[in-house]
């Protein structure tokens, strides 16, 4: 991951705070973030609201992830019919993003 991208979600100061840490310090503090990472995800289980949501998600959202499976397996199937018959041809090569070279 891009170093940018993660110091764009520490909490301010954080980066300063952590560039003045000697090595110990440094552990400590992964200690405590992994400690307060395994409440927030035991928290996150507990909560009834989020997992009737998440369920309510799940429910709703049935009959698309269905409907997406059937039209994979007709592709995958259809393909292997093709590839069966020898008439799978090796397809187009991927465009070349760089014609000069």
């Known amino acids: ?5 993660i110091i764009a979600k520490l909490p301010t100061g954080y980066a300063e705070d952590a560039a003045g840490m000697n090595g110990d310090q440094l552990r ?7 400690t ?7 928290e ?3 909560d009834e609201k ?11 959202s049935a009959a698309y992830n269905e409907a997406k ?7 995958d199937y259809s393909l292997h019919v093709l590839e069966e018959r020898g008439e ?8 070349d993003p760089d014609p000069a070279t």
């Open 36 to 42: 307060s990472l395994r409440w927030v995800q035991q």
């Open 44 to 46: 996150m289980k507990a």
């Open 28 to 34: 400590a503090e992964i200690v405590r973030a992994e």
């Open 50 to 60: 989020l997992t009737g949501a998440r369920e309510l998600v799940k429910d709703l």
């Open 88 to 95: 799978l041809g090796p397809g187009a090569p991927p465009a």
């Open 69 to 75: 499976k059937a039209q994979r397996a007709k592709i």
């Open 1 to 5: 991951m891009d170093i940018r991208k």
